[in-house]
């Protein structure tokens, strides 16, 4: 399978964040071509902000798999990690992310500092950028410009 096809399913994910109202962020972790977990962003909805999309489907995946350790799979997210994503992808020894947008404002695959390729840790993802990034990138430009009008 491709690239494209599971971000179009971290896609639905983001979909479902954004039908409540939360940023539309959306992950599935893959194993063996198949989707282990999912999750979308639930920080307003859960009162907690730990709930990003990475960190839910993270937690999922690890209760799966019956360890802490992801390193035969790989996490498809809408828009590029934040800093606390990405040093949990990096701790869950994930092998790579796919990303659709970036994220200019609080991206670590890249657009403000790279903490999946880091090589001052003991271990890197490869990073794979823009799978369906310009479709990933309006879903989360409506969103904020629906909130800027909801003001």
């Not at 990475?54 to 790989?74: P, T």
């Not at 990096?90 to 390729?117: H, M, T």
Request: hydrophobic share 40%.
């Amino acid at each position: 399978m491709s690239y494209e096809f599971f971000m179009e399913e971290a896609y639905q994910e983001a979909l479902k964040a954004f039908c409540i109202n939360e940023t539309p962020v959306g992950c599935v972790i893959v194993h063996n071509e198949e989707i282990i977990a999912r999750g979308h962003n639930q920080r307003n909805t859960r009162k907690n902000s730990l709930c990003h999309a990475e960190i839910i489907a993270i937690n999922e995946a690890c209760g799966k798999v019956g360890d802490w350790r992801l390193e035969e799979c790989d996490l498809y997210v809408t828009v590029e990690p934040c800093p606390m994503c990405a040093g949990a992808i990096v701790q869950a020894r994930i092998n790579r992310v796919v990303f659709g947008a970036y994220n200019k404002k609080a991206g670590c695959a890249g657009s403000v500092i790279n903490i999946l390729e880091n090589e001052g840790f003991n271990h890197q993802v490869q990073v794979v950028s823009e799978v369906l990034g310009e479709k990933c990138g309006s879903l989360m430009s409506e969103f904020f410009r629906k909130r800027r009008l909801a003001l």
